[in-house]
């Protein structure tokens, strides 16, 4: 039987295009979070659903929010691969993002995952369901439909499903609502607080780790953190691996970005999760995590990703929907959760360094073997061959100096000639010259540009004191987008771009008996074999400023300026590289 979606109905990747609409809409559940109390008196139940016209955009799919002012009428979700039907969803964007919100006229229907047969039947079937009850009965078109979006992802990655009663039909919410208070009395007495090797799937911890990377990714934040502790559920990051270059929301590269590939800085094996920040937690995490920053991650849900493995997402609150769930810890000193992360750090980098050296020449005596044997090479080694005999044909193809004089001798005339009769097209030579740099990509799209006249304008915030002086503040607090161009920069001497500050070793916090264990390697006990000598006692970073002016208007017209300081990590994205010497 056909398995397309149902007449009236469209998929999520359209329904995302249709902002302030209302659609029909059904996908598969791929999170959720049992139904809570808002501030005022209504319910509300969160979920994600995906189906394949998404294509990787999302992992989880776009969110949806229902409210109902009784808990037993929201959708009876009781775990990820359940399959939800919407009519009337109001697809709207809230803090930068699409989503999907219920209202009056929105109904539902639930085809439980454990009841929808791993194989579509060659003829017509009745699925177990749960609806609203002002919600028509399914067609065979939408079960069928429901069926092939069950079984389009791993049903390996489902949680498993709230279970009912044996005498209570599925399709009592009551029912649900019974089921889900106990489970959450039962985890508000237990202890939050968790080591990475010991959580559990559908299970919802307080973790304390170190960022090993932030990763931006449309509209969100992946964060991995560690607190080196290992679990067998997690991805074994492998010692010498690159990270990829592809993004999720750009499988095919088509997005310019640093094709330079960067090797995974450890630590290696299963030790690092990878916990995905939802707003308001993305643009807290993008504005101020960073590499080495120990942080708290209040109510992290751990679930299974689509490859099967362990990862964890941290939405927002139920209750207090602005609170941020990510603390930086900075007073670390009387912190024993950072000092037990340091103490198994220090272990765990001093046993790789010893074992460094015979892995190196393990891997080399492999690989050589695997060259005598004749073993076919990996994909990234044929890519690698081919982008190196490309170039060297290239070079061999280029024409020297001499040839190609004779050739600008020979058609220089006649093409500068003909281009002279060309008539001159304005409006295209004033688009050129408007042309962005595409090696600058800026990471808020979103917002929209403006001059630079109307951000100098913006309204300043002026104080006065109590004897009845006023002042200017010398900020805005506010972030702006702009199309530019660089016209000075200081310092004048590129030299001085990058400063050096010192840093200082971040087993200091340990006693001094412990951290005279560390010996005189400074930060880390692998600096022998990463690192240059000196690096320890001091780093670098970028530091400079650029004098902007207006890209925008026509030619000839007074353009405003204004200066921009570019320091730390905006200025390691605006370049591509990192400060040195």
């Known amino acids: 039987m056909s398995s397309d979606i149902p007449l009236g109905f469209v998929d999520l990747k359209s329904a995302l295009n249709c902002p302030n609409a209302e659609v029909n809409i059904m996908g598969v559940v791929t999170d959720f979070l049992p139904p809570g109390l808002t501030k005022g008196t209504d319910w509300m139940s969160s979920f994600c659903v995906s189906d394949s016209s998404l294509g990787g955009i999302y992992d989880d799919g776009p969110k949806v929010r229902f409210f109902k002012p009784i808990q037993n009428e929201l959708p009876a979700i009781r775990g990820t691969g359940d399959v939800v039907l919407l ?67 791993d ?64 509209g969100r934040v992946e964060l991995y953190v560690t607190d080196y502790t ?27 970005r640093d094709t330079s590939k960067k090797k995974w800085p450890g630590p290696y094996g299963k030790m690092t999760l990878t916990v995905t920040l939802w707003p308001p937690h993305s643009y807290f995490g993008q504005n ?42 900075k007073n670390i000193e009387d912190d024993d959760r950072v000092k037990d992360i340091l103490r198994r750090k220090r272990d765990y980098w001093k046993k790789f360094e010893s074992q460094a050296a015979s892995f190196v020449s393990e891997a080399r005596a492999l690989k050589r073997k695997e060259r005598e044997e004749g073993k076919s090479l990996s994909k990234r080694e044929i890519k690698k061959r081919r982008r190196q005999e490309r170039e060297q044909s290239a070079k061999a193809k280029l024409p020297d100096a001499e040839e190609l004089e004779d050739k600008e001798n020979k058609d220089g005339l006649q093409e500068h000639t003909a281009e002279a009769q060309k008539p001159v097209n304005l409006p295209q030579l004033k688009s050129q010259k408007q042309d962005l740099n595409r090696n600058v990509n800026c990471s808020h799209h979103l917002i929209a540009p403006r001059s630079l006249l109307s951000i100098l304008a913006l309204d300043t915030h002026v104080n006065t004191t109590p004897e009845g002086t006023s002042y200017t503040m010398p900020f805005q607090n506010i972030n702006s987008r702009a199309t530019v161009r660089v016209i000075d920069f200081f310092p004048s001497n590129l ?58 208007g026509p030619k000839g017209d007074q353009k405003a300026t204004m200066e921009a300081y570019v320091v730390g990590q905006d200025a390691e994205c605006l370049l591509k590289l990192d400060a040195e010497e």
């Open 495 to 552: 030299a001085d771009f990058a400063v050096r500050r010192p840093k200082a070793s971040e087993y200091d916090i340990l006693s001094e008996l412990e951290n005279s264990e560390c010996g005189s390697e400074g930060d880390s006990p692998r600096s022998n074999l990463d690192r240059s000598p000196g690096d320890e006692e001091a780093h670098w970073e970028w530091r400079f400023g650029l004098v902007l002016e207006d890209a925008m």
């Open 87 to 153: 009519r009337a969803i109001r697809m709207k964007e809230w803090q930068g993002m699409t989503i999907g919100m219920s209202s009056r006229a929105t109904t539902w229907v639930v085809f439980p995952a454990d009841s929808i047969p791993a194989k579509a039947p060659y003829s017509y079937t009745q699925l177990k369901h749960a609806k609203d009850p002002r919600a028509p009965p399914p067609t065979p078109a939408e079960m069928q439909y429901a069926i092939s979006l069950c079984n389009s992802r």
């Open 288 to 329: 101020n995590l960073k590499v080495n920053d120990f942080a708290h991650l209040r109510n992290v849900h751990i679930k299974w990703s689509k490859d099967a493995k362990v990862e964890g997402g941290l939405h927002s609150d139920r209750y207090y929907p602005d609170r941020i769930g990510v603390t930086i810890l």
């Open 155 to 218: 049903r390996s990655t489902f949680t498993i499903p709230i279970s009912f009663p044996s005498s209570s039909s599925p399709t009592s919410n009551a029912i649900v609502s019974s089921q889900i208070a106990p489970l959450t009395a039962i985890q508000g007495k237990r202890e939050k607080f968790s080591l990475i090797q010991d959580v559990n799937v559908g299970t919802y911890y307080d973790l304390v780790g170190q960022v090993v990377k932030v990763f931006p990714n449309n």
């Open 230 to 256: 290992s679990n067998r559920l997690l991805w074994n990051y492998e010692w010498g691996q690159e990270e990829e270059s592809g993004r999720e929301d750009d499988p095919y590269n088509y997005i310019p």
